[in-house]
């Protein structure tokens, strides 16, 4: 299962660098993750400084 943002989300920017295989973007109100290209690594859910990303488990 791909990892999931949250609406706790203060679009701070932090996970999008740490991605692999930029499966993160900006969207409108929050970063959004492409579960077709998430590799399910946890890399972004471990620089989240709000614990806005959690995996889909």
């Not at 701070?12 to 929050?30: K, L």
């Not at 590799?39 to 488990?57: F, K, L, R, T, Y």
């Amino acid at each position: 299962m791909a990892y999931k943002i949250s609406s706790e989300c203060v679009k701070c920017g932090a996970c999008a660098p740490v991605c692999p295989v930029d499966a993160i973007s900006e969207g409108d109100d929050q970063y959004e993750i492409d579960p077709d290209i998430c590799v399910d690594c946890g890399s972004c859910a471990e620089v989240c400084p709000v614990g806005a990303i959690s995996s889909g488990e």
